[in-house]
């Protein structure tokens, strides 16, 4: 049997066969002998249900590996991740995690100049090239239980919440396509309306008012491409936060394109915050997202925990 001290030294494989259109399984022979080809040590596993990337995480840390490879999207970073959280064998910091992102958004890997294309991802994988990111504690409800989860890149709330559900189901239904996010917003538009948010930034309130959504983010990017917190720094310890506030429907068609290009903060109604620790309520309770998995329900509790999770990042990264 393999000593712990040999297993710190090889990766686990996390491998999410239904990641982007099934691309997780059918991509795995390639991406498994371009592993092997550059001398990187892995033993894989697959998952086989909703949150059993978590189990697997704390199962590898349990084990005594110190490295892990996620094959999958922003999902399974997040189940991943929040696995290394809730196991209590070694510090968070003590494990490294690298992405060869199978998924449909990856936004997660945009952060960090992380390529898609298999063998770009795999040489920042061999280089070994690290940088330690904020994660936020992020509190909610869900079915009147107070729960917890731990968010590597953005969460959404009341719009962006709404769309999240909705991209789901179209993915469910097994349709795929770059522009489904924006398919999703269009059809989201039909039957969601404003809410009213109070939000509070290391115990000030900045905002109170109707508003058509909020970002909250350690990374810049979410829903396939949008910066809805463009100067985000994922290590300086707070928390970007863009509430929108009410707006006309036909307004989003205006502004769709700032969404995507960086220039959020020229939307008239587009507000921007910064803390380490933020508290949001809303009327009627808003659901939210985080990492693009949909969770619970307000009131909302974020709290930045400052650079503790090691990640591989690509070789043009600028720290």
């Known amino acids: 049997m393999e000593s712990p001290d040999f297993l710190k030294e090889r990766w686990f494989a996390i491998v999410n066969p239904v990641a982007g259109k099934g691309m997780g ?43 892990i490879i996620v094959v999958g999207g922003d999902g399974t970073i997040h189940e991943t ?39 770009d991802a795999i040489r920042a994988i061999k280089s070994g090239r690290t940088f330690l990111q904020d994660v936020a504690k992020v509190s909610f409800y869900e079915s009147k239980v107070h729960q917890h989860r731990y968010m590597a890149n953005v969460a959404g709330i009341g719009f962006d919440a709404f769309v999240n559900r909705s991209y789901n189901r179209i993915k469910e239904k097994g349709l795929y396509s770059k522009w489904l996010y924006v398919a999703a917003m269009l059809l989201s538009l039909l039957n969601y309306h404003n809410h009213r948010f109070e939000v ?5 309130r900045v905002f109170e008012g109707g508003a058509f959504s909020g970002a909250i983010g350690i990374g810049k990017y979410n829903g396939g491409g949008m910066q809805q917190m463009p100067h985000a720094i994922a290590d300086d310890g707070l ?64 709290e930045v925990i400052h650079r503790v999770l090691r990640v591989i990042v690509g070789e043009k990264f600028l720290s």
Request: with cysteine.
């Open 25 to 67: 399984l059918t991509d795995w022979p390639t991406i498994s002998k371009l592993l092997r080809d550059n001398a990187i040590a892995f033993d894989a596993v697959f998952t086989e249900k909703k949150y059993h990337a978590t189990e697997l995480s704390v199962e590898a840390v349990t084990k005594g590996y110190r490295h």
């Open 81 to 119: 991740v929040h696995g290394l959280f809730i196991q209590r064998l070694c510090a968070v910091s003590d494990v490294t995690v690298a992405v060869i992102a199978v998924g449909t958004g990856n936004d997660w890997i945009r952060m960090y100049g992380i390529p898609t294309r298999y063998t």
């Open 200 to 204: 509070w930034v290391d115990d000030e």
């Open 239 to 302: 928390l970007d936060v863009t509430v929108i506030e009410k707006m006309g429907k036909i307004n989003l068609f205006r502004y769709i394109k700032k969404l995507y290009n960086g220039h959020i903060y020229d939307v008239p109604k587009a507000r921007f915050y910064r803390g380490g620790k933020i508290r949001i309520e809303s009327r009627p309770e808003s659901p939210i997202e985080i990492d693009g998995e949909a969770m619970g329900y307000a009131p909302f509790e974020f």
